[in-house]
């Protein structure tokens, strides 16, 4: 990739048929990494709160952990589209506390664009953020900040509900929305029937776009991966072989040896 993703070019590449890839980064290293690999946008999960952090759900994840960590992805980020994801309680309280947060995080951050979760029940906060000049991915479906609303984390099959849902984002102003956890028929409804691009985590193939996190794709952690998760690594494994070479030698003098030493 040779040019910043922007908007008008994610548009284009929907209308062209082209998928959209995307993958989570919550830090420098992997963030330049990810950037380097050709990914199209990177979003700054909330999902930092179970991956990074050892929480159990995303909820207590705070709006200054949420700058932190997109500010250091975004120093690494040449080429990707960078979006800030909004965390529980940053946008749900008032409208007016939703547009500030979301301008936190390209005012502090760099990031181009913001994510928030819900459908239409959160229409008239997409729109407010927009009209402030700030990009809004919207997100449907599963949503993991209503949890417990949802009873726990279920496929939505409610075609109709979602089919508005969707309608409702995009006249709201959201330049893109997350398909989580719904049936690949719906998504590809949902996907012919709006202008702005979808990008599906566990939503089937017919999306303009795909997510994962990136600590699942490298198999970085050892806890329960959701079916529709695909490892392409074991680095977990990988680590621990080499920490535990480190301790060995440490313990049994090999290291460090005469080329490691001044």
Do not use: W
């Not at 008008?8 to 998928?19: A, D, F, N, R, S």
């Not at 946008?41 to 999902?47: F, K, N, P, T």
């Not at 012919?192 to 600590?215: F, K, N, R, W, Y």
């Amino acid at each position: 990739m040779n040019s910043q993703i922007t908007l008008t070019k994610l548009y284009q590449m929907k209308k062209k048929g082209e998928k959209i890839v995307a993958l989570t980064a919550y830090d420098y290293p992997f963030a330049k990494m990810v950037d380097e690999s050709g990914v199209h946008m990177i979003l700054v999960g909330d999902s930092l709160g179970m991956v990074v952090q050892g929480e159990t759900s995303t909820l207590p994840v705070t709006m200054d952990e949420m700058i932190y960590h997109t500010r250091i992805v975004g120093k690494a980020v040449k080429n990707a589209m960078v979006i800030g994801d909004m965390p529980f309680l940053s946008y749900q309280v008032s409208i007016e506390d939703a547009v500030y947060n979301a301008g936190r995080f390209l005012k502090e951050t760099g990031a181009a664009a913001v994510k928030l979760e819900g459908g239409a029940a959160v229409s008239n906060t997409i729109r407010a953020i927009t009209k402030a000049s700030i990009p809004v991915q919207a997100h449907i479906g599963l949503t993991p900040q209503s949890v417990h609303q949802m009873g726990g984390f279920k496929v939505q099959r409610d075609e109709e509900r979602l089919l508005s849902d969707a309608r409702e984002v995009e006249a709201a102003g959201a330049f893109s929305v997350v398909l989580e956890g719904i049936p690949a028929d719906i998504s590809r409804k949902i996907t012919e029937a709006i202008s702005i691009p979808t990008i599906g985590i566990g939503a089937g193939p017919d999306c303009d776009g795909q997510i994962l996190v990136l600590h699942d794709l490298l198999g970085l952690h050892d806890r329960h991966l959701p079916k529709f998760v695909k490892q392409y690594a074991n680095l977990r494994k990988a680590a621990k072989k080499s920490i535990s070479s480190y301790v060995s030698e440490v313990q049994n003098g090999k290291f460090p040896s005469e080329e490691h030493c001044y």
